[in-house]
C-alpha cells in the first residue's frame, strides 16, 4: 500500500542553521510527492512538490529531491528563519485502483520551532 | 480568489448535539474533500466528491457522519449526534481536474464536552 513516513518532532533550531527533515514513502505506483506547511492556526499549504524521480522541488528556501532509489523525499533548508516555524507534512499522491484521481496520504507531521 | 472558505472557525458544542460545518470551495474547482486531524491519528481524508457528487465516503468513521454538496460553491458536513471522541480540526480542501496538489481551507475546530 501507500504510505508516509517522516521523522517525529518537534525539531528545535536556531535562526541561520541548516534544517533536514527526512520522508520516506512506500507506494504501489509512480507517486507525485508534496511538502505542505501549517502555520499556527492555518490550514495546509502546499510548499513544494516534484513529480517524477530526481525532480527536485523548490520555494521559499526550501528545497526536497525525488529519489526513488531510496524512496526518499527530504526536506531541506540551508539557513531557517524565525517566520519558518510551523509543522511540515510529507504527502505523497497516487492513483487508487480503477480511478483517475491521485489520493493523498499524509505523514504525521514534524513541529519546527525556530528560536532567534 | 479567497481561497477555500470554511465556518465556522470555532465550534464548543456539547455531547449529542448537532453539528454542522460549512465549507466554500475555490470556484471553479471540480473536487472537493473533508479532512480531520487529530493528535492520535493526522491527517485523515473523511470523504471527497466530484461535480458535487460523492465518490468515496470510506474514511468517514460512523454513521453519526454525513456530507452533502447541493451545489458546486457549497458543503456541508455534519455529525448528529456528537461525541468528544470527535473532538478535532476538520479541514475542507478542493482543487481542479485530477491533479494531486490541494487548496486547503483554515479548518474548524470542533471541541465536544
Known amino acids: 500500500g501507500n504510505s508516509v513516513t517522516q521523522m517525529e518532532g518537534p525539531v528545535t533550531l536556531s535562526e541561520e542553521a541548516f534544517l533536514t527533515i527526512n520522508c520516506t514513502y512506500t507506494?504501489?505506483?509512480?507517486?507525485?510527492l508534496f511538502w505542505y506547511v501549517q502555520y499556527p492556526g492555518e490550514g495546509l499549504q502546499l510548499l513544494l512538490k516534484?513529480?517524477?524521480?530526481?525532480d527536485k522541488g523548490s520555494n521559499k528556501g526550501f528545497e526536497a529531491t525525488y529519489r526513488k532509489e531510496t524512496t526518499s523525499f527530504h526536506l531541506e533548508k540551508g539557513s531557517v528563519q524565525v517566520s519558518d516555524s510551523a509543522v511540515y507534512f510529507c504527502?505523497?499522491?497516487?492513483?487508487?485502483?480503477?480511478?483517475?484521481?491521485?489520493?493523498?496520504?499524509f505523514g504525521r507531521g514534524t513541529q519546527l520551532t525556530v528560536w532567534p | 480568489d479567497a481561497g477555500v472558505i470554511q465556518s465556522p472557525r470555532h465550534e464548543v458544542t456539547e455531547m449529542g448535539q448537532e453539528v454542522t460545518l460549512r465549507c466554500k470551495p475555490i470556484?471553479?474547482?471540480?473536487?472537493l474533500f473533508w479532512y480531520r486531524q487529530t493528535m492520535m491519528r493526522g491527517l485523515e481524508l473523511l470523504i471527497y466528491?466530484?461535480?458535487?457528487?460523492?465518490?468515496?465516503d470510506s474514511g468517514m468513521p460512523e454513521d453519526r457522519f454525513s456530507a452533502k454538496m447541493p451545489n458546486a460553491s457549497f458543503s456541508t458536513l455534519k455529525i448528529q449526534p456528537s461525541e468528544p471522541r470527535d473532538s478535532a480540526v476538520y479541514f475542507c480542501?478542493?482543487?481542479?481536474?485530477?491533479?494531486?496538489?490541494?487548496?486547503f481551507g483554515p479548518g474548524t475546530r470542533l471541541t465536544v464536552t
Open positions: 480542501a478542493s482543487s481542479f481536474g485530477t491533479q494531486p496538489a490541494r487548496d
Open positions: 470556484s471553479g474547482h471540480d473536487y
Open positions: 504527502a505523497l499522491s497516487d492513483l487508487d485502483r480503477g480511478s483517475t484521481l491521485g489520493r493523498l496520504y
Open positions: 516534484a513529480t517524477k524521480a530526481d
Open positions: 466528491f466530484n461535480n458535487n457528487v460523492p465518490i468515496d
Open positions: 507506494a504501489t505506483g509512480y507517486p507525485s
